[in-house]
């Protein structure tokens, strides 16, 4: 298995990231110049694409874990008889 480093000089044992075509050529240079300016270690465009998919999953997360627990103060609400019951649609 090889990947790149930063340099794009290929690394055995190193995983390739996958290129996301997911987020426009222009939103990944805006959020490497962002996060350039915050850190000393010379970002590539790579490194932004991961930035914005890291991003964009820690969201993701935490917009289900809302989810699961509007769910739980929902299903907390209804009488106790009312819980856990399942509609079977014929």
Known sequence: MTGRDNSGIDV???RSVRHSRRFSDQLVEKTR?????RTTRQLTNEDARQILENLTGFFRV?????????KASAEEQLPENCRNVRIDEE
Do not use: S
């Not at 110049?33 to 300016?37: A, D, N, W, Y």
């Not at 935490?62 to 509007?70: K, V």
């Open 12 to 14: 055995p044992g190193e």
């Open 62 to 70: 935490l917009g289900e874990w809302d989810r699961a627990q509007e």
């Open 33 to 37: 110049k962002l996060f350039q300016e």
